[in-house]
């Protein structure tokens, strides 16, 4: 049972446009939803992280919307430069960044130049 | 240190061997969790300790996945018998309660 579902599977977005990525879950009692992005070769880095409490966080060109009733956040990536592609991967946790994750499958994010 | 180490960095295995990786966490961080990354993948959960005490291995696939970390700090993965089905790369991370993980680099084991 795939408690978290992430799509797209991959995403190509020209220099400067928005990059969006939305995520689904299922366990109503998740309470914390970060964003990791990975390059090849190495580990998953924390982006931004949201809590079911507000509807929107942003840190700089990366925000993050949550939808509580519909049990869906999105990550937005303005002005996307060549040095964002990589692999982005949603999850959620039971608990602030000291449970264990469940991660959603990834999408990977090309931006041309 | 400045980060979660894990070594080695890339591990052959022929089939039916024994592996042990290893994971260095920040210090001072009391959680470290270990995750498994098929190629293509999400990670998935497999280990959770908070100081020396394992309390979540509900993700570990079978009974030749066993991890410790005895004294509270480096932890480590061991895989009996290895299958090629093990092969993935192996995710250490670490955190300092409610301030978000930092993974490691992992471990890249493939079983031949």
């Known amino acids: 049972q795939q408690q978290v579902k992430q799509s797209p599977q991959s995403l190509i977005v020209q220099k400067g446009g928005i990059s969006i990525i939305n995520c689904a879950y299922e366990n109503t009692a998740f309470d914390y939803f970060p964003w990791y992005q990975q390059f090849p070769g190495k580990g998953p880095a924390l982006l931004i992280a949201?809590?079911?409490?507000?509807s929107e966080k942003k840190e700089g060109r990366f925000t993050i919307s949550f939808n509580k009733s519909a049990k869906q956040f999105s990550l937005h990536i303005m002005d996307s430069q060549p040095g964002d592609s990589a692999t982005y991967f949603c999850a959620a946790s039971f608990r602030s960044g000291s449970e264990k994750l469940v991660f959603g499958k990834g999408t990977k994010l090309t931006v041309n130049p | 240190g400045a980060g979660v180490s894990q070594s080695p960095r890339y591990k052959v295995a022929k089939r039916g061997q024994d592996v042990a990786l290893r994971c260095d966490p920040i210090?001072?961080?009391?959680?470290l969790f270990w995750y498994q990354q098929a190629l293509g993948q999400g990670p998935e959960f497999l280990t959770y300790f908070q100081n020396e005490a394992q309390l979540d291995k509900s993700g570990l696939p079978s009974d030749r996945f066993f991890a410790e970390r005895p004294e509270g700090s480096v932890s480590t993965l061991k895989i009996q018998r290895t299958q090629q089905e093990d092969s993935a790369v192996y995710l250490c991370?670490?955190?300092?309660?409610?301030?978000?993980?930092?993974f490691g680099s992992g471990t890249r084991l493939t079983v031949v």
């Open positions: 949201i809590r079911p409490d507000v």
């Open positions: 210090s001072g961080h009391v959680s």
């Open positions: 991370a670490s955190s300092r309660n409610n301030y978000g993980y930092t």
